[in-house]
């Protein structure tokens, strides 16, 4: 199974930018869907971008359309996240999570429920 740690969380100004990167272990992150979550206090996770590494699709929710970006890096097996024009309201722990395929589908690809394996999360603050 995969293991995944993430890091590139931080204190940002708003309008700053952010590159979180999620490093895959124990086996090759391609297998999997991946996903960035992130979760503020008092709030649900939220799935925000995924990532299909056999058909290359990605998926965003639309508040973060435009000005996240999930890519990857397959030697590295490193799934990353641009996060640009930040918000205070993207102020949340991020979290990386891998799906074997098992309960994963399309329309539920937001849903922490899909996914198997997690990162510890990483935090980011955005001030105002």
């Known amino acids: 199974q995969v293991q995944l740690v993430e890091s590139g969380g931080g204190s940002v100004e708003a309008g700053g930018s952010l590159r979180l990167s999620c490093v895959a272990s124990?086996?090759?992150?391609?297998?999997?869907?991946m996903a960035w979550f992130r979760q503020a206090p008092g709030k649900e996770r939220e799935g925000i971008a995924c990532f299909r590494p056999k058909r290359g699709l990605t998926y965003y929710v639309d508040s973060v359309k435009g000005r996240f970006t999930i890519s990857h890096d397959s030697a590295k097996n490193t799934l990353y996240l641009q996060m640009d024009a930040l918000k205070p309201e993207d102020t949340a722990m991020y979290f990386c999570a891998a799906a074997d395929g098992s309960r994963w589908t399309t329309w539920a690809w937001s849903r922490a429920s899909s996914y198997t394996f997690w990162g510890q999360g990483t935090q980011v603050a955005v001030s105002s």
């Open positions: 124990g086996d090759a992150f391609s297998n999997y869907y």
